[in-house]
């Protein structure tokens, strides 16, 4: 069953600007979330997880429980930053993790 | 580098054939996955392993079947009973301390033909 929902198959933002990518999540417990990112070429990878609460390539990603969201950001996009984003969640361990369809972000010039 | 391998990276099958994708790691994790992923459908599961000797069904599971008789190795079968098998197969591993970070192969690209 899908319990990651990502709205936005493409999003479009000039260089720069500020990036949002959004993600919403229906379980009712605690769950783990994770954002992983495909660039051009590579294999996917992990980019953050909100346990860590850390910036990654000065990505930020805040669990809001009450929103049950997890929205990756960015103040200001830079064109290495154009890739596929993946949001994730996991149950605990020994869960697999259940992927969002995906975003595309394109950053141009 | 060493990590994860996926072979063959194509591979084109005609209807009614079983075809089997490997995948190998030398990372020592014990989790191990099979996702598919389709343009516009994100990564689904298809099977996964905690264990040796051990795996469950993921939520796309009918139509594979998968083994996992060393801890090494982690092969999919794509069977004639999947109605739609042309996609593109990710295998990836996660570490014993259940972080959720997982690591992953290459693909493997499957087409029928």
């Known amino acids: 069953a899908q319990r990651v929902t990502q709205p936005e198959k493409l999003l479009s933002v000039f260089k720069g600007a500020p990036v949002e990518l959004k993600c919403n999540y229906s379980?009712?417990?605690?769950?783990?979330l994770f954002w992983y990112v495909q660039y051009s070429r590579q294999r996917l990878q992990l980019l953050l997880r909100?346990?860590s609460r850390e910036s990654i390539k000065g990505f930020t990603a805040d669990l809001n429980k009450g929103e049950t969201s997890f929205h990756l950001k960015k103040p200001f996009a830079q064109e290495e930053d154009s890739a596929m984003y993946y949001c994730?969640?996991?149950?605990?361990?020994?869960?697999?993790?259940?992927f969002g369809k995906g975003t595309s972000l394109l950053v141009t010039p | 580098d060493g990590g994860i391998t996926q072979s063959p990276k194509y591979l084109f099958r005609k209807e009614g054939q079983n075809v089997t994708l490997s995948c190998e790691q030398n990372?020592?994790?014990?989790?191990m996955y099979w996702y598919r992923q389709d343009p516009g459908q994100g990564l689904r599961l298809i099977y996964y392993?905690?264990?040796?000797?051990?795996?469950q069904k993921g939520d796309i599971a009918e139509g594979y079947s998968v083994s996992r008789e060393k801890k090494e190795s982690f092969p999919l079968t794509v069977t004639s009973a999947q109605k739609n098998p042309t996609a593109f197969y990710l295998c990836?591993?996660?570490?014993?301390?259940?972080?959720?970070?997982?690591?992953f192969g290459e693909g493997s690209r499957l087409t029928v033909l």
């Open positions: 994730a969640l996991s149950l605990g361990a020994g869960y697999a993790l259940n």
């Open positions: 392993s905690q264990i040796v000797n051990d795996f």
């Open positions: 990372l020592n994790h014990d989790a």
């Open positions: 990836a591993t996660e570490g014993r301390e259940n972080t959720g970070e997982l690591f």
């Open positions: 379980y009712s417990g605690s769950p783990e």
């Open positions: 909100h346990i």
